[in-house]
């Protein structure tokens, strides 16, 4: 069965530094998307992505993160400045028509910041 | 930002029994609404979905029901089984956008 690809599975960084955490989502998919599970707490959407640009962002989406379809397989999330509070798991998705028949998620990546 | 609230955060049945969990929401602009199952180091996986044009879906074991007036679904799985142990997640998406807002989950643990 076709799966999305999160890596790596695990991320520690300093605050301060850039990260760049990678998805492959499934080949045929459309809409890509970001979300993100601080431990504790409920997932939460960051941002989707169609047709080579942002479709939608949340509040959470600032100026420190950005995304990008760098090769029209992979989907990344760059955070520019890591800071104490984006340690999380942050999960990537794939749709093949949006919403509507559910997403397909990645098994995550842990980021912790120190 | 209580959007879609999940209460009874576990529930613990026995095999063969049914396992009956309740989702809320607040916002009357959600036009769609899809239930999650999550197990450790893995990431959601879409279970059952519904449309607020419907007040019940049944794909198997699984059946979502609901109640627009109440602003209120529920999940039945039946009956539950060992490996539906996992997090269950309610989702709900609003009228022409993608993003979902989850809730908290509800931990199901079905004992053998």
């Known amino acids: 069965e076709p799966e999305v690809t999160q890596t790596p599975s695990h991320q520690v960084t300093q605050m301060g530094q850039e990260v760049i955490l990678r998805c492959v989502p499934i080949?045929?998919?459309?809409?890509f998307y970001w979300y993100r599970q601080i431990l504790g707490q409920k997932v939460e959407f960051l941002v989707s992505?169609?047709?080579?640009?942002?479709?939608?962002k949340s509040e959470i989406f600032d100026d420190q993160f950005s995304v990008e379809r760098p090769d029209g397989s992979n989907f990344t999330l760059k955070i520019r400045s890591t800071k104490l509070e984006d340690s999380a798991m942050y999960f990537c998705?794939?749709?093949?028509?949006?919403?509507?028949?559910?997403?397909?998620f990645g098994s995550g990546t842990r980021l912790t910041v120190v | 930002d209580q959007q879609v609230k999940q209460n009874s955060p576990s529930l613990s049945v026995q095999e063969g029994r049914i396992s009956i969990l309740n989702c809320d929401y607040t916002?009357?602009?959600?036009?769609?609404f899809l239930w999650y199952k999550k197990y450790p180091a893995e990431g959601p996986t879409f279970l059952i979905s519904?449309?607020?044009?419907?007040d019940k879906n049944e794909d198997g074991r699984f059946t979502v029901f609901l109640n627009k007036s109440a602003k209120h679904l529920s999940l039945h799985i039946v009956p539950s089984q060992p490996g539906d142990s996992a997090v269950y997640f309610c989702?709900?998406?609003?009228?022409?956008?993608?993003?979902?807002?989850f809730g908290k989950g509800n931990q199901v643990v079905v004992i053998p």
């Open positions: 989702a709900a998406r609003g009228y022409g956008n993608n993003r979902l807002a």
């Open positions: 080949s045929n998919h459309l809409y």
């Open positions: 916002n009357s602009m959600f036009d769609y």
């Open positions: 992505f169609y047709n080579n640009e942002i479709s939608e």
């Open positions: 998705a794939s749709s093949a028509a949006g919403a509507d028949y559910g997403y397909t």
């Open positions: 519904i449309s607020s044009i419907k």
